[in-house]
């Protein structure tokens, strides 16, 4: 039965693996380029920098998935609406961690 289903669909199988591959790799790019880059920026700027870990605390205290399944959708009519929001999504977490480095989860220093 999987036998049937893979020599079926496996083309296509490989072809969307290789997709998501391709999606989250240029998402962890922008990602990664985005959210450090503003996290070093606005750490000289201590109430904004309050304030977007503030948002972003706020933010992840829902599960990872459930912002992320709303932001593909909300940006669904953008072509690359899926890649813009693992941006979105990721970008935060990283500007979170450029503006408090080596904090664990109970916010005490490593």
Known sequence: MVGT???GYGAE?????????SMVGIALVLAVSIGMSLGIVIS??????????GAASVLFTVPSLAPFALLVVALAPIRQGTVLGLVVNDGLLLVEEALTPGTSDQGERK
């Open 13 to 21: 199988m490989l072809q969307r693996t290789l997709q998501h591959i």
């Open 5 to 7: 289903f893979i020599a």
């Open 44 to 53: 000289g700027h201590e109430r904004v920098a309050r304030w977007v870990i």
